[in-house]
Structure formats: structure tokens, C-alpha cells
């Protein structure tokens, strides 16, 4: 759906990101990775095959659940 500009609400972007790796950085500074499987309208996040990466390594997460209020950026991963 769209505002009445044309212009994709963030919601509306956020799903068309279903099913694909997606970077999520937390206020607290991680950086994790997965596919986005679901979210809501608080932009809590549903991930599979989260990763979190670390300054030396990378941690394996598999089903995560990312409160939306400790998130700060959503973007495609790369």
C-alpha cells in the first residue's frame, strides 16, 4: 500500500523483504543477519538463520525474536 504520494510506507518495504537475508543493528550494537520470516506493527521481528557477528567471530543464532524498540536499522543484507 502506499501513502498518497505513491511513495511505499515502511511497512510496506519491510515486506517485501519476507523470505530474504536482511541486517538488523541493535541499539546495543549487534549486527545480526538472517531471513526475515515475520513482523509486526511494533516492527518486532521474526529471523531464521540469524547470525550475529562479532569483531572476531560469528555466532550462530538459528530462530531469533528482535523486540522492535531495541532496533535501530533494518536494511537488505549483503
Do not use: C, Y
Not at 538472517?34 to 521481528?45: E, P, Q, R
Not at 531464521?48 to 531495541?70: H, P, S, Y
Amino acid at each position: 500500500m502506499e501513502n498518497g504520494n505513491g511513495n511505499k510506507r515502511p511497512l510496506d518495504v519491510l515486506g517485501s523483504s519476507l523470505e530474504k537475508n536482511i541486517l538488523v543493528k541493535t541499539k546495543f550494537g549487534d549486527d545480526i543477519t538472517g531471513i526475515l520470516k515475520a513482523f509486526d506493527s511494533h516492527i518486532n521481528i521474526w529471523m531464521d538463520e540469524a547470525r550475529m557477528q562479532g569483531e572476531k567471530k560469528e555466532v550462530n543464532l538459528g530462530k531469533v525474536l528482535i523486540r522492535g524498540d531495541n532496533i535501530v536499522l533494518i536494511s537488505p543484507a549483503k
